[in-house]
């Protein structure tokens, strides 16, 4: 099993940032604060260790904010990598507590806020604590991250398009923009030809969000993309329709040259074991046999149907491949599932239903059983 993410923010992230903010010069108390923070530290997930550290800041730095996020801005030179070293890819993460303290103490003082996260957002992400400031102040954060689709750092221009995801993991939806997307798109608009991956596939993570409410707005700036898209774009389009593909959109299907239901055969299905325990692996496989004269594209995923503590099920789709099928040809695929505990997903037992998805219409493959370890 992967270790907890608490993990890596244990108490020497509080102590290296207690030792930062004294190199700036403000007497912090440093062993009050660190006892005010590692008190019960050790039972508090990621994000609570997040906030308990801001909250204990709050108390320890000026009231004024302003000249609070000074210090704090003042403090992140001397915030070195700790333990972990500042190439792990949790290392970034000691500056979580800096974005949690602008969401929590700062909306109340726009420009010094954005300011900050500007900053901290090159040293970490400032995609969770710009939220506040777009449902307060839409227009000027708007505004001011249209700006920054500009900026020469990466980091900021990835802002924009993750700080404004409708449905972005681990943070509270954006309502309105789930409601009235636009205002999102014209900053999509903004960043879909960037220079920089991580921004191209955060912009496809966003559209991708807008399409689980307006699935038909999706294609239509999908359809509007392809013109005249690159190899890049293409790549951001086929990712940012990922999910509408896994829910069998006909107009994603089309757009990405999977037309029409796929007239083939499902030849030797196989299931293997029959009986999985908990914390171990299933792995099925089947054939594809095209029996018509034509040949034939077909995309190919899986619906696995998990079992809940409840006895009900709910389905998730995994991604097989696509195929390409002359006239008569037979193709071999596969795939394994992981039926490990995990943070997104625990299996129970019960019996568990799989249906391949070919072009986005279900066929059954079969089924298998879960049992405890």
Sequence with gaps: MAEPLKNYFGPEIPRAIARSISATGYQLDEERFLEEVLDGYETLGLMERGRRIATVLHEHLPQDFEKAIEILLASLPALAPVEHGGNHPMSSFRFLAHTLYVALYGVDHLEASLRAQHALTQLFTAEFSIRPFLERYPDATLARLREWAGDPNPRVRRLVSEGTRPRLPWAPRLRSFQADPRPVLELLELLKDDVDPDVRRSVANNLNDIGKDHPALLVETARAWMRDAGPDRRQLIRHALRSAVKRGDAGALQLLDFDGPAAVRILNPRITPARVPIGERVEFGFELANETP???????????????????????????????????AVVPMSKSISLAVMTTRKPYPGLHRIELLLNGKPEPLGEFEVIAP
Excluded: M, N
């Design 294 to 328: 034509a040949r034939q594209r077909v995309l190919v995923d899986c619906r696995v149907h998990f079992v809940k503590s409840r006895g009900e099920t709910r389905p998730r789709v995994f991604r097989i491949g696509a195929a390409e099928l002359d006239p008569g």
